[in-house]
């Protein structure tokens, strides 16, 4: 348990602490009773979902962020419903039935779950999303990856060549798709023929596929604006 964790049970404790003074103030009608045991729900689930904010890793931050703040929505809705009904009762102005509050606040728990749920799958279609993009830009981050390494145990007549490829990669769309996996496989197969090419101590035909690579890049990048 961190620092930020433990402040939240303390918060949490604290309000529940207010809530109860409050409610031993108040005539102990059903409808009061009612209010205070659904008011002891606000501070419980803002420090759950603050919790889960805590406890989640640095990258679903953003994703993660937006759960407390529908908590913040029901928990303002859920004290001002509260307060309005117990307000009327104790005054005696009108006093609703404490089934009925009680049927209200089951909608309210209702809506706010189902937005809650949508949010989820929402959040775990992001990821899904994100991770296929992470493996695309991996596979294309490989090509790179392999050509720096050709260049470092190259020839010197080589280098410029083969750093060129390694420039024109690195400003290359990282992330493919399946118009593009066809071409990304034939840059993939000169790179290996550019390895072969280099064991044989041929740096013509090392310049020649270097050329075809970098045309070959320079033709992916513009299909994948094509297609965006």
């Not at 294309?140 to 390694?166: H, T």
């Amino acid at each position: 348990m961190n620092n930020h964790q433990k402040r939240l049970l303390i918060a949490g404790g604290i309000a529940i602490g207010v809530l109860t003074a409050l409610f031993i103030l108040l005539d102990k009608t059903p409808v009061a009773i009612t209010a205070y045991c659904f008011s002891l729900l606000a501070p419980a689930v803002i420090c759950a979902m603050l919790w889960k904010v805590a406890a989640g890793s640095r990258k679903d931050y953003i994703t993660n962020a937006a759960f407390p703040l529908q908590m913040y929505s029901y928990c303002i809705i859920n004290l001002l419903i509260n307060g309005i009904f117990v307000l009327l009762d104790q005054t005696g102005i009108w006093s609703i039935h404490a089934g009925w509050l009680v049927f209200i606040h089951i909608l309210l728990i209702a809506f706010f779950a189902w937005r809650f749920l949508a949010m989820d799958a929402g959040q775990e279609e992001i990821r899904r999303v994100e991770k296929s993009i992470q493996i695309k830009r991996v596979n294309w981050k490989m090509i790179a990856a392999d050509v720096a390494a050709l260049k470092n145990d190259s020839p010197d007549p080589c280098r410029k060549d083969l750093q060129d490829v390694i420039d024109a990669i690195n400003y290359a769309d990282p992330v493919t798709c399946d118009e593009l996996l066809t071409l990304d496989e034939q840059i993939k197969d000169n790179v290996s023929l550019l390895e072969l090419k280099l064991r044989e101590e041929n740096p013509g035909e090392v310049s020649l596929i270097c050329l075809k690579i970098q045309r070959q890049i320079k033709d992916r990048n513009t299909r994948a604006k094509l297609l965006k």
